[in-house]
């Protein structure tokens, strides 16, 4: 090797090695340095969770230093593992218990057969992908629900809001905002993704914004990401602000309980470092511990279905249908090889020079995770008329599906033998299953998980419909554009559905029942709903039906799941709250 290049090289691995072992050595993390060593005894708000709702609002209801807040996480905050900023590896982060519950649901009636203990899994770890849902699904909230206030026009000022659009082409678009917490920029540019938006093109779809005026057609991925770094609620509403004297942050606190007084909830119980605790609230609790931790506490609280909690010996306070209408995506993963080098093997993804890029640049494979996305309809006349059916997201390679929770034995033949060859796995997604699913306690135990039934596939058509998603996902491994790279998708003819034809009907309802999931877009668990609405738990300001001072805000409130990932249109919803709480003190 030349002089020149020896030294250059040099340089680069020192710089490298400085960046990675040396930037942080001696130095708290942002995380840590807005942590609160004591709490008081009282605040103005108790906001139970530090997710992506409860991030947002224990930012902006403290920007008055008039009113005091405390956030209580019962996780690590958000800083805890450096990693957790690198957009690539979010999965890695599925089985970390200082950031995922981990929670499963029940084994469930032929489905699932494939997932280890045939059980489908539960997370709130964002791979980072941008998308707000489709239009028509607020207007849903206001026509079907009864949502009045929360339909797309009433909630588009707020996804501006929370946004800081990096993407060039978008920023004059009246669709996207400038200036917000939430960067959002392109997905790192794979050439397969090129290929497989012309393959919606010869489809009939158009290249879009799916986070615009129409969310059907296929189009890169625009991922929550600031110069390689993800943009998440914790570093972007709180991080950056630094530490305020109104907002006291506590982590490894778990609220156990929430105390109410005639029909008033006046504080909360809680534990860190093993002692019970407890904080009292002036004006409001509000409960963002996310669709399976809201219900759960609400439940050991004695808020929730007067059945169910008298089966646990729980004293009923309100006779509310909590955790009676889980929602959530159904997801199947199929993979394709190709015979181009237009993918992103390991080598690329995760490789020295990659690492090198992403550590001095913030630019590379690190970026990002999934790479483009179709929006898809079942019945194309509905295109323009109604929300999407199908939607089927692209990453770039076979190497790894962490998501799918498979058993060692479908891994072996559906995983394992393709880590590192050429190739994608594209997740078809069914947005809008026709039946919903229940949380409920699995005891008294407020360490102990929920009991969740997500009933996936109870009801034939979703089978059909899903279906239905990946012969479309067939129809665009078809196309001239998919052709020309040589993807073919035999490798997915798996021995447990052997006895049927590949590719016939029966195989791909025996893949189905055998490898779908849910999508870890969990919502509706306390769901809003007007008044009269017996299925509401939370009024239209949020507030627990028949309790005072005690307010719900996350993805367990939406009416039903909108048409994508839920962060987006959580921040969004978490900002609303944050305006009408703050109207609400004067």
């Known amino acids: 090797m030349e002089l020149p290049r020896l030294t250059a090289l040099i340089v680069v691995v020192f710089a490298v090695g400085y960046a990675v072992f040396f930037k942080y050595k001696n130095k708290p993390s942002i995380g840590e340095s807005i942590l609160s060593d004591e709490i008081s005894d009282e605040y103005d708000y108790v906001v139970v969770g530090g997710g992506f709702a409860g991030s947002v609002l224990a930012s902006r209801l403290s920007e008055d230093a008039n009113y005091s807040v405390l956030l209580l996480e019962a996780g690590e905050h958000f800083d805890y593992d450096q990693n957790i900023h690198i957009p690539s590896i979010a999965f890695n982060f599925l089985k970390s218990n200082n950031f995922a519950w981990n929670y499963k649901s029940e084994t469930e009636k032929g489905i699932f057969l494939g997932l280890k203990d045939k059980r489908s899994g539960s997370s709130t770890i964002n791979a980072c992908m941008y998308a707000r849902g489709s239009p028509f699904d607020f207007e849903e909230w206001v026509k079907k629900y009864g949502c009045k206030g929360w339909g797309y026009n009433d909630l588009l000022p707020y996804f501006k809001k929370a946004e800081d659009i990096q993407i060039p082409r978008l920023k004059m678009s009246k669709y996207h905002g400038s200036g917000g917490p939430i960067a959002v920029s392109n997905a790192f540019s794979i050439p397969l993704a090129n290929y497989f938006i012309k393959a919606g093109k010869e489809r009939g779809y158009t290249e879009s914004d799916y986070n615009g005026k129409s969310q059907t057609g296929f189009s890169r991925v625009q991922t929550n990401a600031r110069f390689g770094v993800r943009s998440g609620t914790g570093l972007e509403y709180l991080g950056k602000r630094g530490k305020r004297t109104n907002l006291d942050i506590s982590v490894n606190s778990l609220v156990t309980k929430i105390k109410t007084e005639e029909k008033v909830a006046t504080g909360v119980f809680f534990i860190k470092h093993g002692r019970k605790q407890f904080v009292k609230a002036k004006r409001d609790i509000i409960v963002s511990a996310g669709a399976f931790n809201s219900p759960q506490l609400l439940m050991l609280s004695g808020i929730g279905p007067k059945t169910h909690l008298q089966d646990l010996g729980i004293p009923v306070v309100q006779d509310v249908p909590v955790g009676q209408t889980f929602d959530d995506h159904i997801n199947i993963a199929i993979s394709a090889n190709i015979n181009q080098s237009v993918h992103l093997d390991k080598e690329k993804a995760r490789g020295l020079w990659s690492t090198i890029e992403y550590t001095l640049l913030g630019t590379g494979p690190l970026t990002s995770l999934a790479t483009a996305v179709g929006f898809l309809h079942i019945d194309k006349t509905k295109m323009g008329k109604e929300r999407p059916d199908i939607m089927i997201i692209l990453l770039p390679t076979t190497d790894e599906n962490t998501l799918a929770n498979y058993n060692e034995s479908v891994a072996e033949e559906l995983i394992y033998p393709y880590i590192n060859t050429p190739g994608s796995t594209a997740f078809v997604s069914l947005l809008h299953p026709r039946v919903t699913g229940s949380v409920q306690l699995r005891s008294t135990d407020p360490f102990d998980s929920p009991l969740l039934d997500t009933n996936h596939l109870s009801d034939k058509q979703d089978e059909d419909d899903l279906l239905a998603g990946i012969r479309m996902f067939e129809e665009l491994i ?45 919502t509706s668990t306390c769901k809003m709903g007007m008044k009269g609405d017996p299925t509401a738990v939370v009024d239209l300001d949020l507030r627990i039906k028949g309790i005072k001072n005690l307010r719900v805000c996350d993805a367990s409130v939406f009416p039903a799941v909108t048409s994508a990932n839920t962060n987006a249109p959580t921040i969004a919803v978490a900002e609303k709250f944050a305006d009408m709480l703050k109207k609400e003190r004067y």
């Open 478 to 522: 078809s196309t001239d554009a998919m052709k020309s790279i040589g993807a073919d998708i035999s490798i997915n003819q798996a021995s447990f559905c052997s006895h049927y034809k590949f590719r016939s009907d029966d195989f791909w309802r025996c893949m189905i029942r055998h490898i779908a999931h849910n999508f870890y877009h969990s």
